[in-house]
């Protein structure tokens, strides 16, 4: 570890600066440090690696103009980043940086960018990287972190190009990300005018009582019957209609198709099963509408169906973020009378903990560890423990995924209530699962 004085007349070890040593350490990946008083992070005139993040502390940025004596540029604190500039580019550094006192510091590799940026909206994703191609054509080398309150004057506003840096693959690909941006954006267009032309259709698949395998219900699943391509499964618009805001409108127009399929099978059962219900998928980005309980009274007033018999089902991205408004929204349907189930149980980093903090009334054990039932006992162990928990909290649960005649005894053994699956049938139409319903009933009487 190189160590300089801090004061302003200390010449800079010319050795290899903590830059370096852990840009080779930690390529890839942000890692916090604690770094002596003294510590020289990096030198003007070493290349560029990496970017720093201040958690504690405070970093003189230390250079001279035209070849002068040593000057103090800036001092910069806690919350402050720095050497930025080599997350744009590998060019020499432009002055030194030198820990004042110790310092608790985030560094942040060039390469720890990448899947960051791709995780982006892809319109936003090409955004930047527009910004960084025509900074980097531009060659303007600023001194490193010198505050720039006018950042704009330093972009070339005609610069451009294509130009594909290996420093930074799959940042820099312009022409590709113009492409995604392109396909984002009239996905977009597209969704909304498929959202006028009503051309979303529920597709409904059935969920059974276990263990006699009475039909108790119907999830509602979304399609897009678009009059060119055909049928289009959800994942591929449902992701872009999350990004784009999209996904709200098309939830509460499920919602309704839900309310108003569920008149329809009851039509069609005459009274030969119990009540069956149905459920509906709630995106998470609903949870941050302020108006999402109201909306939904509203359609379950219209449809005047019995709010008991209507399940809504969240994952856990919907209860990260706000957990006051997620509690309070939850709470609010809960009034309405309806049920909530968690979907995916046991995939998400916080599950067991929602159940002590949110509202929940069901359970649905994640395709994945029935998928593995009789091959992992691990999975089998797993669905025991989500049960045993399910009935400390008095909740019901559904097993997804059951694709075996076996699945259906050992999850019955194993004390789950219902079950849903292609072995009893894949999502169907609103006219096939409303005939399916009718012959399942007409065999059971």
Not at 225 to 244: H, M, S, V, Y
Not at 284 to 303: C, K, M, P, W, Y
Not at 414 to 441: E, I, K, N, V
Request: charged share 25%; with cysteine.
């Amino acid at each position: 570890m190189t160590k300089t004085s801090p004061t302003l007349n200390t010449a800079v070890d010319d050795s290899q600066s903590q830059d370096a040593l852990l840009a080779r350490a930690d390529a890839g990946v942000i890692t916090r440090h604690i770094f002596p008083a003294g510590t020289l992070l990096f030198k003007k005139g070493e290349t560029r690696h990496c970017a720093f993040l201040i958690e504690k502390g405070n970093v003189h940025i230390i250079g001279n103009d035209d070849g002068g004596e040593d000057k103090l540029l800036c001092v910069i604190g806690a919350g402050e980043i720095f050497g930025e500039m080599a997350l744009i580019d590998d060019t020499p550094r432009t002055a030194s940086a030198i820990t004042t006192d110790e310092s608790e510091i985030f560094v942040i590799p060039r390469d720890s960018l990448h899947d960051r940026v791709k995780g982006l909206d892809p319109i936003i994703s090409l955004l930047i990287s527009l910004l960084i191609e025509r900074y980097r054509m531009t060659r303007i080398h600023m001194p490193e972190s010198i505050k720039q309150h006018n950042i704009s004057g330093f972009i070339e506003k005609n610069a451009g190009g294509d130009a594909q840096d290996a420093a930074m693959p799959g940042i820099t690909n312009i022409a590709r990300q113009r492409q995604d941006a392109l396909k984002e954006m009239r996905m977009e267009q597209e969704l909304r005018q498929a959202l006028k032309r009503k051309e979303f259709v529920p597709f409904l698949q059935p969920i059974l009582n276990l263990p006699d395998c009475r039909i108790a219900g119907y999830e509602t699943l979304i399609r897009w019957q678009n009059p060119e391509k055909g049928l289009i499964f959800p994942g591929d618009f449902i992701p872009a209609a999350e990004r784009t805001g999209v996904v709200q409108a098309l939830d509460m127009l499920m919602l309704e198709k839900a309310c108003a399929a569920l008149a329809e099978i009851d039509r069609v059962a005459d009274g030969r099963s119990a009540p069956l219900f149905i459920s509906v998928n709630l995106s998470g980005i609903n949870f941050g509408t302020a108006r999402l309980v109201e909306r939904i009274r509203d359609i379950i007033t219209q449809s005047a169906i019995d709010p008991a018999r209507l399940k809504l089902e969240i994952t856990e991205s919907a209860l990260i973020g706000d957990a006051t408004q997620a509690a309070n929204i939850l709470t609010g349907l809960k009034a309405l009378g309806v049920t909530i189930a968690l979907d995916d149980f046991g995939t998400g980093y916080s599950s067991l903990g929602y159940l002590h903090k949110f509202t929940i009334d069901d359970i649905k054990i994640d395709r994945s560890f029935v998928n593995q039932l009789h091959d992992d006992n691990r999975s089998i162990d797993i669905v025991r423990a989500i049960v045993s928990l399910a009935r400390n909290f008095d909740l019901k649960i559904i097993a997804e995924g059951i694709e075996h005649e076996r699945d259906i005894k050992t999850l019955s053994d194993l004390g789950c209530d219902y079950a849903q699956g292609y072995f009893f049938a894949r999502p169907m139409s609103l006219t096939d699962a409303l005939d399916y319903t009718g012959r399942y009933l007409s065999q059971q009487s």
